[in-house]
């Protein structure tokens, strides 16, 4: 192997992530998580969330809705990792920071799910600087 060789295979880590970090944002919108994800996010939901939240996610007196027009707003323009980030290391309120961050990462999912945001193609990644590219729009962007 000669040294540009040895170079370039050292530096394209750090390129390729220089590059993500740079990238435009994409909106929830956009389909960023799976229906597969957003389920395995309701099984971890109703055992961990539900007992505050409400089944619906419609929050009462000690917990907020985690739907509808008011959560929507409530996050606007925040990025996915912002919210994964405040589960998994607040909740659940009874024992904070015993959500691993790939179960937040589900759980958004399914959160995502309930306020109708589209699914899509691929699984939102648990990573928390990809999820940084994720953008929460409580209306859907014009292209």
């Known amino acids: 192997m000669n040294t540009r060789t040895i170079l370039l295979a050292l530096m394209l880590p750090?390129?390729?992530t220089a590059a993500l970090a740079?990238?435009?944002?994409?909106?929830?919108?956009d389909g960023v998580y799976t229906a597969d994800q957003a389920a395995r996010g309701k099984?971890?939901?109703d055992a961990h969330c539900a007992k505050c939240h409400g089944a619906t996610l419609a929050g009462n007196e000690m917990a907020p809705p985690l739907s509808g027009a008011a959560f929507l707003d409530n996050w606007n323009t925040l990025m996915i990792a912002d919210l994964v980030e405040r589960i998994h290391s607040t909740m659940p309120a009874d024992d904070p920071g015993?959500?691993?961050r790939k179960t937040a990462t589900d759980i958004v999912s399914y959160i995502l799910s309930v306020n109708q945001i589209p699914a899509g193609a691929a699984e939102l990644p648990a990573d928390a600087q990809i999820?940084?590219?994720f953008r929460i729009d409580e209306t859907k962007p014009a292209k």
Do not use: N, R, V
């Open 14 to 16: 750090a390129l390729a």
């Open 22 to 29: 740079q990238a435009a944002p994409h909106s929830i919108w």
């Open 98 to 100: 015993s959500l691993s």
């Open 43 to 45: 099984e971890q939901f």
């Open 131 to 133: 999820q940084t590219m």
